[in-house]
């Protein structure tokens, strides 16, 4: 932090990393960011977590991409062989013409259902919608998505069938006005601080926070009730409370008959989760499990948080039933600290969602499959109609690739190389495309595999509007040109779709969002003026003076009658349990200083230098009868392949679990994971595969 006199230039815009969406104001410097201070935005009032702060100079690493580069004919056979400083072994440098005409021309030759798209939670809602238009208007189907399969969609799937809505219904600093929460399947002290920030507070005022996890996150040491139950229990364990809730008749009868539906069949069903049934299946005591039933009914004002804990099972969509439905059987949504949020992960996976970056829906979340919407986005577009079918998820292109039925392939930002699960199937996958097209700013992990790569900026280069986790619609402002002939990732797009012949002619993102008003009803209100005025408008705003509703649904919800509804949950056992063979339950995670697939922030020097080295974490009792000190190397082992890591000792992971942060790309953690996938959100099951884990064989 300094003075005036240390920088040249301030711009205020917002922090890359995470679906918080803090406010940031970027000091410039001789054409560099020289450091980064919180401001006064609706979610972080002036806060900002390690990553805001520290993590801002891989914008000017010089692996930085600075021009488009073409995979040269004498290239090696395509794999994860690309050293990102030394790439000219595998690329050449090209003019944006030259390298505009190859990527569209592989698309175009290809053509129809042999492509598909893999948009970015890190860019723009404008670029998000530009890259959902480009694949439906120029290929004329739905095989379009992004990393929200990875996170939250079965989250998403549960809030729309249940409550008519992906988006959290109260925002989290709410919490102000609550007097209990649930924390769940979350661990914000490391993956949204500056929310945590807001939940420590709440707890310092006698707020009672129950926090649940399989891991003893760090925010136990805040909580009321810590309840570290087994691991992929959780349908049991939120049943039973319920039940209690149902016993003891505590719910809100008023706001049940109010305002849901399918009550009865919800207290029927959880008449066979009686506390004393379920505590030997999620390791949690019956009498804690009512007292947590007891605490949580006889709240004024509840809200409940969860993060990919819940969502990241294939029953990720019955854990969030559970949860909408505890919050609708006590009443606790629409009102002051009262609601249900899920925490969002990428700084813009709201944005994107709601950019309808998704295979499913148009933007707003408006079905392909309903004709009316279709004719509404091809009137506006000046196109003909395109498929009525949803489209494929992330995992199922990269199964269609294998098929044979995908050969073409544009992907904006994301790094499925990385992602995906059983990351060895993703990356035959992108090897077996007979055109990739890569838009980043790194040669990532995937875009070793591209044929054309597209150098694109970074967030402090470019202009665009993203949305955080509390719906709020915030403006970014670039601080410092993209480097070299890198470009913004809109203007990419535009000229991309140019020569796939869609005739666009935007003139910048302001234009882009003037369209997404035409058709996204949650943009009612909200303008580019009043975005590069008040920086931040809470969709939904209901006039133009509205900064917006932090609490939505006070008095109904957007579905049938204006009922919310009780989808009832079973108990369904993950999908790779442990055996004699694979003893233990892996589960993967973030770390506080890495973002994801570790692209930026192993690249940022403050960051890299605090967490440096691939690590996994044990209880100690498992390192001791391993053999293994903490600092030594361990092998993991799972049905899919198998990875060396150094290990590190952590009393609050269970002895029966390990712990895997998915950042690194020499112990990617991925190689491990298991692809079975939620049959509703389509999420695939990273927080538990069975492993064996042994003392790893010096070299
Ligand atoms: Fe950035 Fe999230 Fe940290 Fe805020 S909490 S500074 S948005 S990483």
Request: charged share 25%; with cysteine.
């Amino acid at each position: 932090k300094g003075d005036s006199a240390d920088f040249d230039e301030e711009v205020n815009s917002i922090c890359p990393f995470c679906g918080v969406g803090c406010q940031v104001s970027l000091k410039v410097k001789d054409g560099k960011i020289k450091y980064v201070e919180g401001i006064n935005g609706p979610a972080n009032e002036g806060r900002l977590c390690v990553k805001g702060r520290f993590g801002f100079d891989y914008i000017h690493h010089p692996h930085r991409l600075t021009k488009p580069l073409i995979r040269r004919d004498d290239a090696p056979a395509k794999g994860l062989n690309v050293d990102p400083g030394n790439w000219q072994t595998h690329f050449r440098e090209a003019s944006w013409d030259e390298a505009l005409d190859f990527a569209a021309k592989g698309l175009k030759d290809i053509g129809g259902t042999g492509v598909a798209g893999f948009g970015s939670a890190k860019c723009t809602n404008e670029e998000a919608y530009l890259f959902q238009k480009l694949i439906r208007q120029g290929f004329g189907h739905n095989n379009v998505d992004h990393c929200t399969r990875l996170c939250h969609a079965s989250s998403v799937a549960a809030l729309m069938e249940n409550v008519g809505s992906g988006a959290v219904t109260a925002t989290f600093n709410e919490i102000e006005n609550a007097d209990v929460a649930i924390a769940i399947g979350c661990n914000p002290i490391e993956n949204h601080p500056v929310a945590a920030t807001y939940f420590k507070q709440f707890a310092k005022r006698g707020g009672k926070l129950i926090v649940m996890d399989p891991r003893g996150v760090g925010l136990r040491r805040f909580a009321s009730h810590m309840l570290q139950f087994r691991p992929g229990t959780d349908v049991s364990m939120l049943n039973a409370i319920m039940h209690v809730i149902v016993e003891e008749e505590l719910y809100d009868q008023q706001y049940i008959e109010a305002y849901t539906e399918n009550w009865e069949a919800e207290k029927e069903h959880l008449a066979d989760f009686s506390p004393e049934a379920m505590a030997p299946v999620c390791g949690i005591d019956a009498e804690v499990l009512r007292d947590v039933a007891r605490t949580f009914a006889g709240a004024k004002a509840a809200m409940i948080f969860w993060g990919m804990g819940v969502s990241q099972h294939i029953h990720g969509t019955d854990n969030a039933r559970c949860l909408i439905s505890l919050a609708l059987m006590t009443g606790q949504v629409g009102r002051p600290g009262a609601g249900l949020h899920p925490l969002r992960g990428q700084n813009n996976v709201q944005g994107a969602s709601d950019a309808g970056l998704i295979p499913m829906f148009l933007p707003d979340y408006q079905s392909v499959m309903n004709d009316e919407v279709r004719a509404a986005f091809t009137e506006v577009w000046g196109s003909g109609d395109f498929s009525n079918q949803k489209g494929l998820t992330v995992t199922e292109i990269m199964d269609a690739v294998h098929a044979g039925k995908i050969r073409g392939m544009y992907i904006l930002g994301e790094n499925p190389a990385m992602s995906d699960p059983d990351v060895e199937h993703a990356r035959d996958a992108l090897a077996k495309l007979d055109h990739l097209v890569v838009q980043d700013i790194f040669i990532t992990e995937t875009a070793n595999y591209a044929d054309v790569i597209l150098p694109a900026s970074a967030f402090a280069e470019k202009t665009g509007t993203v949305t955080n986790t509390n719906r709020q619609v915030q403006m970014g402002r670039p601080a410092v040109p993209p480097p070299g002939e890198a470009r913004e990732d809109w203007w990419i797009e535009v000229e991309l779709a140019k020569r796939l012949g869609l005739g666009w002619d935007y003139t910048g993102p302001a234009d882009v969002f003037a369209e997404m008003k035409q058709n996204m009803r949650s943009l009612n209100n909200i303008t580019w003026e009043r975005l590069e005025n008040e920086n931040a408008v809470t969709y939904p705003s209901l006039s133009p003076e509205d900064p917006g509703q932090p609490i939505v649904f006070a008095d109904g919800f957007p579905r049938p009658d204006g009922r919310a509804r009780f989808t009832p949950a079973s108990i369904i056992a993950p999908d790779d349990v442990p055996d004699a063979d694979f003893p233990m339950i892996l589960t993967t995670g973030r770390q506080l200083e890495h973002w994801h697939t570790g692209s930026m922030t192993r690249r940022a020097s403050v960051l890299d230098a605090v967490e440096p080295e691939a690590n996994c974490s044990l209880h100690p009792s498992t390192l001791r009868k391993l053999g293994v000190a903490p600092g030594e190397h361990v092998r993991l082992t799972t049905k899919r392949g198998s990875i060396e890591i150094m290990a590190r000792e952590d009393r609050a992971v269970a002895p029966d679990m390990v712990f895997l942060p998915f950042a690194y790309v020499e112990a990617a953690a991925n190689i491990l994971t298991n692809p079975a996938v939620d049959p509703y959100g389509k999420i695939p099951e990273f927080k538990f595969s069975a492993v064996r884990v042994e003392a790893a064989v010096e070299q």
